[in-house]
């Protein structure tokens, strides 16, 4: 169950002490005035700390103790409390007594010798002892963006993350691994949402969201996302991402556990599975997930007791300098704000350091060395020169002692002034560890010279596939060009389509600096106006690159396909082909559509190389088209899923600005290529775990979160939509219906898939010998299939590489082993088909287990992999995480810079206005989504100067309004309220505002996308969007007009902010 920050905190930890702090006298005159203020046990039930995200805006929780009958501001009765300290059977099992979280750290003066802010770390070896007997869990620590007070860590074994919250977070950073206990029941916290049942048998990876599968230059990558809301009376909660997994008809899983009046049912089956001799370790995991099966509404919270390994990330900080006595105004800084509130003792503790404000709130505020800054900026700060406080560095975190509230960072370089873009997507490959687009010099000499010819020994090794017409389909800017594809026309119908994958592993050899250079890049990285390569550009867009009219080495799979889609023969080997010419994806669609006027139009563009003529492309085309439409038929019958939708892109002017943007949509050319690539990659799957199950790459996609999957289908339920997530084929199906319905409002058909993305799982790159006894996980949901991996970008993906070298690795032993039975055994009578089969005992569609097992089989595989370096099942474990993590910093770095090209297109606009659909509504903020940016957004209302808001949380509704009166504050308080501009645009009615082109008259074509223009192109045109009229009503799915503007940059992250829209004569 993977969280997003929903909770409060379950036990009485405060946020890390900001100084400065108060003396114990002081703190017991604090706390007598605060049990006074305290409701009796008669009286009204206290009102339950701020939510997650609430508190984000609300600033760090104070200091406070609390009695246990109070969880999360939940009271618990007498009985409960009593139960849950009694005994391991309603207390976390073979967990230590448990210590009151107030008693554990001192609250001091830092820097006050002997004096800590935090507990120590648990030594190594305490760590491990305590790991075997079920004393302390290992899993990796992730922050609430909304609240950095709350992180979360998921535990392999137990479905649900585990909260954790301000000192008991004891200095552990975004990304790290850390070793961490539970605390006793009484101190777990009441979950947000609907009570849902739990599978007992499922402890899977809690990863990043990722849409689906996406196959070279030819997919897509996943859109622009915030965070997620409630779909409906949010409360301004973020919902949980729980991650209990659908069970599917297409999956082997066991069935969750019923759910009977709010009440999970534990099966009897795993009752008796607690003591069944296995190790203290699984016992306690047993026993912790049954008490969180007979508590389903409140989740288990912990500490943490160790950093087992510091994250990458700590590497790789990028911020704002800032003194003491200043800070940014914004959203991203209200936890930072109660520093303010240092007394001058407080700030000569810290003589001699300097803040830097971090531009991820993941992150927390460190503190620099003066002394350790260049002289030229010790010098500005001297003198008070605030342009200091505007240049974004790049730093590094070296430590952080338990006697300091802050870890102690030291800055690498300085990256340049804020609000420019070229300094922000610095900043941006640099957090990311995006590597230096040039290679070192031991790499380059790793490369043949630039005359280099394939050698004779090759051609007469290889397949020779180059009299097979051949051609590549690519967007039109591409210039490495990695995959191919061939076809024939054979007797009886029979279609024999080739894919041709660019044979990298030829000149990336292991063991090289190239190859090490390769494995730490792991992948290319695209950020609309930078390429970041994996492999220099001499090999990958000239040596390698199968450009059109030159030989070029390759890794071939070829099928003969029926003329119903089946396959009826496989070869996998390595070749020589001969691509005749380079499509697009718009040349493409103009030659199969049918339209005969524009094929004819695009026929003069076609050039051809070789023997082959137009015309011969132009047949070959449709016949592609018609093989690929039934191959995508039979996948999504087996039940594939598709989640695909428009896509943002961003178009630049001749200086390289952003001018435009559109939303572009898959054609069916994009779609011919798809379906062979992801034959391909299934293909090679099943011959590489096949021939070594123990150590193979491939790539899985877990199962969705059973818990967010029962929130939509309740969110599709109640607006009259019949949703299926029995399998992904169903849910397929289910969509496509909910689609013809939404004909007339594809904006919520466009929230819908927004939402069904969101709770999806991230796919992995693994090795078998990891789940080696769980084969099921092995499946890709999306896809429907059971194994599934890359190959068919290696110019761009370092896990392609690995798997080529596999492929060759069977080839090489599959070729041994036929030698070696045919010289001992003959052919002589042997059948046809047998020969068949015999010739393709590995790489076939049957494969032969016997071969494989036999002594003769054994050896030459074995053999075969020590020669091409295949890596041993520990190995290629350490590949596989650095590959996912690359893999996901790379798309970090593209949504982070596509969200910087945005925020620079708006900055120049100034403002664009456009309508927005309500997601959630509460009494401090709403959630919107942006169709035209396919984003969602935040726009908080509280403590607004001159804004009324009636929250009615019965019926959802939500209302706003000038406020004539001056509002009243409360007696003590010094809430400081925004202005009304921070949150309205106000316009008088009779006023026009000038806002975005019609966006029927800014249609282009771009990249074999249909694209339409949502953002201004020119000049300035009358809005579309009328503001709105004060007093506004407002219920879950409103439409409403807002304004986006671009925010930050100077001096803290870049966003884009969300205004509303609204026409008043009170203005």
């Known amino acids: 169950m993977r969280a997003t920050g929903e909770h409060t905190a379950a036990v009485p930890i405060p946020a890390p002490p900001l100084p400065p702090l108060a003396s114990a006298a002081e703190d017991a005159e604090k706390e007598k005035r605060r049990n006074r203020r305290r409701p009796k046990q008669g009286g009204t039930a206290p009102v339950a700390a701020p939510q997650g995200p609430d508190a984000d805006a609300a ?395 394939i050698p004779q020994e090759e051609l007469d090794a290889r397949k020779d596939l180059r009299n097979v017409l051949t051609f590549t389909i690519d967007p039109p800017t591409a210039s490495d060009l990695d995959d191919a594809i061939s076809i024939e026309t054979l007797p009886g119908g029979i279609v024999r389509i080739g894919v041709h994958i660019a044979d990298v592993s030829y000149f990336v050899h292991p063991e090289t600096v190239l190859d090490a250079e390769a494995q730490s890049r792991s992948t290319s990285v695209y950020t609309l106006r930078r390429k970041i390569s994996m492999l220099p550009s001499r090999l990958s867009e000239e040596l390698v690159s199968l450009n059109p009219g030159v030989d070029r080495l390759a890794f071939s799979i070829i099928w003969d396909i029926d003329p119903h889609g089946n396959i009826i023969s496989r070869w996998i080997g390595r070749s020589i082909i001969f691509s005749c010419c380079k499509l697009s994806y718009d040349l493409v669609q103009d030659l199969i559509c049918s339209d005969s006027s524009q094929s004819r139009s695009a026929v003069s563009s076609l050039q051809v190389h070789g023997i082959f003529e137009q015309e011969d492309v132009i047949e070959s085309l449709a016949c592609l088209y018609e093989v690929s439409q039934n191959l995508k038929e039979i996948r999504f019958k087996g039940g594939a899923l598709s989640l695909d939708t428009a896509k943002l892109m961003v178009l630049f002017d001749e200086a390289g600005a952003p001018c435009d943007s559109y939303r572009s949509v898959r054609n069916d050319a994009c779609f011919i290529v798809e379906e062979l690539m992801l034959l391909a990659n299934v293909s090679a799957a099943e011959v590489i775990s096949n021939a070594y199950p123990d150590c193979a790459l491939l790539r899985r996609h877990p199962e969705p979160n059973l818990r967010k999957f029962r929130e939509f289908e309740a969110f599709c339920a109640k607006n009259g939509f019949e949703l299926d997530a029995s399998s992904s084929g169903q849910l397929n199906l289910s969509l496509s219906r909910i689609k013809e319905k939404l004909q007339d409002d594809l904006v919520l058909f466009d929230i819908l898939m927004f939402y069904a993305s969101k709770q999806m799982q991230s796919a992995e790159y693994f090795c078998t010998g990891d789940l080696i006894s769980r084969k099921d996980d092995w499946a890709h949901y999306a896809l429907s299939v059971p194994l599934y991996t890359h190959f068919t970008s290696p110019l761009r993906r370092y896990p392609d590489i690995i798997v080529h070298r596999m492929l060759n690795a069977v080839i090489e032993a599959e070729q041994v082993y036929l030698k070696q039975k045919k010289s001992s055994t003959g052919q002589n009578g042997v059948k046809a088909a047998s020969c068949e089969m015999m010739d393709r005992c590995f790489t076939g569609l049957q494969f032969s287990k016997d071969a494989a097992e036999s002594e003769e089989g ?131 009615p009779s006023e026009s505002m000038l806002s975005e082109e019609d966006e029927e008259s800014g249609a282009t074509e771009a990249g074999g996308h249909t694209a339409k223009s949502v953002l201004l192109s020119d000049g300035a045109v009358k809005a579309q969007a009328a503001p709105a009229i004060l007093p506004l009503v407002m219920h879950y799915l409103s439409d409403i007009p807002v304004v986006l503007h671009a925010t930050g940059g100077e001096d803290c992250a870049v966003d884009i902010g969300v205004r509303l829209y609204m026409a008043s004569y009170f203005k």
């Not at 599917?248 to 599975?273: I, L, M, W």
Request: glycine content about 8%; hydrophobic content about 35%.
């Open 858 to 988: 054994k050896k030459a595989l074995s053999a075969a992999a020590k020669k091409f370096k295949v890596p041993s099942s520990e190995n290629l474990r350490v590949v596989a995480e650095h590959c996912n993590e690359r893999k996901w910093a790379g798309r970090r770095a593209e949504e982070a810079g596509q969200k910087l090209y945005m925020w620079a297109l708006i900055r120049n606009k100034e403002i664009v206005v456009c309508n927005a659909r309500v997601l959630g509504l509460g009494p401090r903020f709403m959630s919107v989504y942006v169709p035209k940016l396919a984003m969602e957004r935040r726009i908080y209302y509280d403590e607004v100067e001159g804004l009324s808001v009636e929250w009615l949380e019965a019926t959802g509704t939500l209302v706003l309004d000038a406020c004539r009166n001056k509002p009243s504050q409360r007696r003590g308080t010094q809430v400081k309220c925004r202005a009304i501009e921070e949150v309205v645009m106000l316009v008088n």
């Open 59 to 453: 600033g760090p929780r104070s200091c406070r103790s609390m009695t246990p009958m109070y969880v999360g501001g939940t009271r618990l009765d007498a009985a409960e409390v009593e139960a849950s300290t009694a005994g391991t059977s309603q207390s976390c099992p073979l967990l230590p007594a448990p210590i009151r979280p107030e008693a554990s750290v001192a609250r001091v003066d830092c820097g006050a010798a002997g004096r800590r802010y935090f507990q120590p770390h648990l030594p190594e070896q305490a760590v491990e002892e305590a790991i075997k007997r079920g004393n302390v869990f290992v899993g990796k620590f992730r922050v609430n963006a909304h609240n950095r007070n709350e992180a979360y860590c998921t535990i392999d074994g137990i479905p649900v993350d585990i909260l954790i919250t301000g000192l008991a977070q004891n200095r552990a950073v975004e990304g790290d691994l850390v070793a961490i206990t539970l605390d006793p029941v009484v101190y777990w916290t009441r979950m947000k949402g609907p009570n849902v049942a739990c599978n007992p048998l499922m402890g899977g990876d809690s990863v990043v969201h990722e849409v689906g599968e996406t196959n070279g230059n030819h997919g897509w990558k996943k859109g622009q996302a915030d965070v997620s809301c409630r779909f409906e009376n949010c409360s301004n909660g973020v919902p949980v991402l729980d991650r209990m997994h659908l069970h599917h008809k297409n999956s082997g899983f066991s069935q969750a556990v019923k759910c009977e009046n709010g009440n999970a049912t534990v099966p009897e089956s795993y009752k008796r599975d607690l003591n069944d001799g296995k190790s203290e370790a699984a016992r306690a995991l047993q026993r912790i997930c049954a008490m969180i099966y007979s508590r389903p509404s409140r989740r288990p919270t912990g500490k943490v007791l160790s950093v087992i390994k510091k994250s990458p990330r700590r590497d790789a900080v990028v911020g704002f300098l800032a003194p003491f006595s200043e800070f940014p105004d914004g959203e991203q800084q209200k936890t930072q704000m109660s520093v303010k509130r240092m007394n001058h003792r407080a700030q000569s503790d810290f003589t001699g350091l300097i803040l830097l404000l971090p531009t991820d709130p993941k992150f927390p505020q460190m503190v620099v060395s003066v002394s350790a800054l260049p002289d030229c900026v010790r010098q500005s700060l001297k003198e008070g020169d605030a342009a200091i406080e505007k240049e974004l560095v790049a730093a590094r975190i070296d430590e952080w002692n338990e006697e300091s509230p802050f870890p102690c960072a030291h800055i690498i370089q300085f990256l340049g002034k804020g609000g420019h873009v070229k300094t922000h997507m610095d900043a941006i490959l640099f957090e990311n560890a995006i590597p230096d687009p040039e290679f070192s010099p031991e790499s380059m000499a790793c490369l043949p010279d630039i005359c280099w010819m």
